[in-house]
Nanobody
């Protein structure tokens, strides 16, 4: 059984920082790609960042480039999303997801087979 668990969301003032975690269990994902997505109220789910669980190329949405950074703890099957200089428009539920098959990190949510439950990030102005 594949399980992805996000944590680290919360309420922060604009300009502040948060670090989200995505812990995977149930299968070995080291060679697979994973992504972070977010969904704000009334909006479509959108791509945030993507990489391989084990490291390698990373892609960021233009809206977060330079502010968000992916890192990982391979031993713990955990990927982190460090979010700095947060803006009110970053407010959303953040989800991590993983591909079940080999393939590059993509911005397309339907490439990802397994999803976490999401964690709320609220940035106040």
């Amino acid at each position: 059984q594949v399980q992805l668990v996000e944590s680290g969301g919360g309420l922060v003032q604009a300009g502040g920082s948060l670090t989200l975690s995505c812990a995977a269990s149930g299968r070995t994902f080291s060679s697979k790609a994973m992504g972070w997505f977010r969904q704000a109220p009334g909006k479509e789910r959108e791509f945030v960042a993507a990489t391989y669980w084990s490291g390698g190329s990373t892609t960021y949405a233009d809206s977060v480039k330079g502010r968000f950074t992916i890192s990982r703890d391979n031993a713990e099957n955990t990927v982190y999303l460090q979010m700095n200089s947060l803006k009110p428009e970053d407010t959303a539920v953040y989800y991590c997801a993983t591909r079940s098959r080999f393939g590059p990190p993509t911005t397309y949510q339907y490439d990802y087979a397994y999803w976490g439950q999401g964690t709320q990030v609220t940035v106040s102005s």
